[in-house]
């Protein structure tokens, strides 16, 4: 249990970042998918800095467990939200999100099961 712990924790957090990056830097496809969704580009630092903070939240979970149960709890409820968007405009395009929807529940779901 501890190998999967450690291993899906670091891919959840690896997820978070790289998405977070690109919604720093300004990237095309945040924009793009900002766009689809009709919500303003003005989000795209909030969002970049909400993904950030989850894969910090992650890493730090490691030594201060609540922080890690926190930020996976924190990360599925932005995958709710992002769900949410996505339906809300009759999007059926949702393999990306399933993808980091998937990875941050279970991140969640062995954060509770090993540390709790």
């Known amino acids: ?6 291993t899906v924790t670091i ?3 690896f997820f978070a970042a790289g998405a977070a990056v690109t919604y720093l830097i ?7 998918q900002l766009s689809m969704k009709r919500l303003p ?5 909030r969002l970049g800095a909400s993904l950030a903070a989850g894969a910090v939240g992650l ?4 030594a201060l ?5 926190l930020a996976a709890a ?3 409820l932005y995958f709710v939200g992002a769900l949410i968007a996505h339906l809300r405009v009759g999007s059926r395009n949702l393999l990306g999100w399933a993808i980091f929807f998937t990875t941050m529940t279970a991140t969640l779901i062995i954060n509770v099961l090993y540390l709790w």
Do not use: E, N, Q
């Open 59 to 62: 890493l730090t979970g490691f």
């Open 1 to 6: 249990m501890h190998a999967a712990y450690i």
């Open 74 to 76: 924190g990360l599925v």
């Open 41 to 45: 580009l003005s989000w795209m630092p």
């Open 26 to 32: 300004g990237h095309d496809y945040p924009k793009a």
């Open 65 to 69: 467990p609540i922080v890690g149960t």
């Open 11 to 13: 891919v959840a957090a």
